[in-house]
């Protein structure tokens, strides 16, 4: 008889209002990647989703709002775009605290699995 292991989907909700973005996104990687939890392993996808409220509360320290950049390559030659953190911040909020969470998970398979489980209110 084949044993048959069963877990429960776990909601974690977390509130952004004055945090930093780099620490908060450090504590989203964690959770995310289940490193809180007692089952945890390097391979396995923990079956939880964080919810992240109050996304355009976030605290930026410094003058990063203006200088920091963030790039993409449009596919043609010569069209790689730039654009500052604080148009994205006031478009979407949550895509700050997504490409953050981004660059700190770990470059592997279930890096797309983990930010799908990523979520914002």
Do not use: W
Request: glycine residues 6%; aromatic residues 6%; proline residues 4%.
């Amino acid at each position: 008889m084949k044993k048959v292991i069963t877990t429960t989907k776990e909601t974690i909700r977390v509130d952004a209002t004055g945090k930093a973005l780099g620490r908060l996104a450090t504590d989203l990687c964690a959770i995310l990647q289940g490193k809180k939890s007692v089952s945890y392993a390097p391979n396995k996808e923990p079956n939880n989703v964080v919810i992240v409220t109050n996304a355009d509360k976030i605290k930026v320290t410094g003058n990063k709002m203006q200088d920091e950049t963030y790039f993409r390559h449009t596919g043609y030659l010569g069209n790689d775009k730039h654009t500052p953190m604080n148009v994205i911040f006031q478009k979407n909020p949550g895509q700050l605290i997504k490409f953050a969470v981004n660059g700190m998970l770990p470059k592997n398979r279930l890096r797309a699995r983990h930010l799908k489980r990523l979520k914002f209110e």
